[in-house]
């Protein structure tokens, strides 16, 4: 799918609207956030940010620029331990805690929104692919990018996964 591709502004809301539907799930969970931001230095906290191909259009729509390459040790949208990609941050943001009495409701919300993800992009023809943020930050410039628009309403927070874990795509 292509900036120019007529369904492309509805697939990026239709992600949106689902990342509203992971937000208000999460909370609803309500794990517990020390606002550390350990979560985004990845080699710090060990584990790694997975996201689809479908995430990253979405997050590169929206987020701000930044410098390549990309470290995979840390996400280059924390500034001190804030999230300057907030809107657009993929599932794993929204859903990882380091609460160890969430981890079970997380795995499910991911593997949930991950399966309905990955029918959008299905149904749209949308490419679908499953790597490391790094990855899809370095090689922006070579994928077609979801036009960026007004923000879906969203409340809050990885699938981070331990290095080695990736999941199919
Ligand atoms: S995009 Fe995700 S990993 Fe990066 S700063 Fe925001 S919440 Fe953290």
């Known amino acids: 799918m292509s900036l120019s591709s007529p369904g492309a502004e509805t697939l990026r809301r239709q992600v949106c609207d689902l990342y509203a539907e992971v937000d ?6 309500g794990p517990v956030c ?7 230095r990845f080699q710090e906290a060990g584990h790694v ?4 191909s479908l995430e990253a259009d979405v997050l590169l729509a929206g987020a701000p620029s930044y410098a390549k390459p990309v470290s995979p040790d840390f996400c280059p949208f924390q500034q001190g331990r804030l999230c300057t990609a907030r809107e657009p941050r993929p599932l794993g943001c ?5 609460d ?6 997380g795995n499910a919300l991911t593997e949930t929104f991950l399966r309905r993800l990955k029918q959008l992009a299905v149904e749209h023809g949308a490419e679908w692919l ?8 370095d090689n ?3 994928r077609p990018v979801l036009p960026s628009g007004p923000a879906a309403p969203h409340t809050v927070p990885l699938p981070v996964l ?3 874990d990736a999941r199919p795509s």
């Open 49 to 52: 940010l997975f996201l689809s």
């Open 34 to 40: 020390e606002a550390s931001g350990r979560c985004c």
């Open 140 to 142: 922006a410039a070579d």
């Open 94 to 98: 929204r859903i990882y805690h380091c």
């Open 130 to 137: 499953y790597a490391p943020l790094h990855f899809f930050l």
């Open 162 to 164: 331990p290095p080695g």
């Open 24 to 29: 208000a799930a999460v909370a609803a969970a």
């Open 100 to 105: 160890s009495a969430y981890q079970q409701t």
